[in-house]
């Protein structure tokens, strides 16, 4: 069944009987047999001739503690930071060896290139997934070096060797940037937020067109919420 619900994509609505099976490599007899199974259970659900995944997929995955905690206590400052800057202001974790996006705030300046609630991509050339691997276990850079790193844009950096100098820059630094590595005219900054321990427990981050970024003010900005939160007790 979790290969039918991984099936999804970040960017499908739904998907047909035929598309699950090339997707899971399940006959179509089985997999519309479990897919009936995950509709009685709400994970799915049916559109037409396609099936999309159900509302109470979303609802278990709300349950979970780490996320809702985190999410529920930085809201209201990623709410203050999209007013003082009028960008999109991310929240992330880590989710294996990716990045996931577990919160977003955006207004109507936004431009049409948005990430997805619990949306993910790549850490290699990320803003949040740079400050993920700075702050986060020993090995979990050269779990990333070490396997496939596409190429988004030109500007992606896909050598091992030059990676391991911008993260320990980031280190260093205590923030990352990135410039259109992820999306050609955009770029992102991120810190990192703590909860008492030397590892991220996620990231925060402002992504906005190169045209009219200001790197200099958002970090700014990202560093004074992160003080507050940690100020107010937000961050435990």
Sequence with gaps: ????????????????????????????????????????????????????????????????PRIRVLRDNVRP???????????TVHLAVLAGLEVLFVERANGYRQSPRQSRFAGRTHLHCSATGKVLMAFGSDELLDQVAHRAMPRMTRFTITSPRTLAGQVEQVRQDGFAIEREETALGYMSIAVPLFTGETTAVGALSITAPTYRADATRYLKALQAARQQMTAVGALI
Excluded: C
């Design 1 to 64: 069944m979790r290969l039918i619900i991984d099936a999804f994509g970040p960017d499908d609505d739904s998907l047909s009987l035929s598309e699950l099976s090339r997707r899971t490599g399940i006959s179509k007899a089985s997999v519309h047999r479990l897919a009936r199974e995950l509709l009685d259970w709400g994970v799915l659900e049916r559109n037409e001739f396609e099936y999309q995944l159900g509302i109470h997929l979303y609802e278990i995955g709300s349950r979970v």
């Design 77 to 87: 400052f990623m709410a203050d930071l999209h007013s003082a800057t009028h960008e």
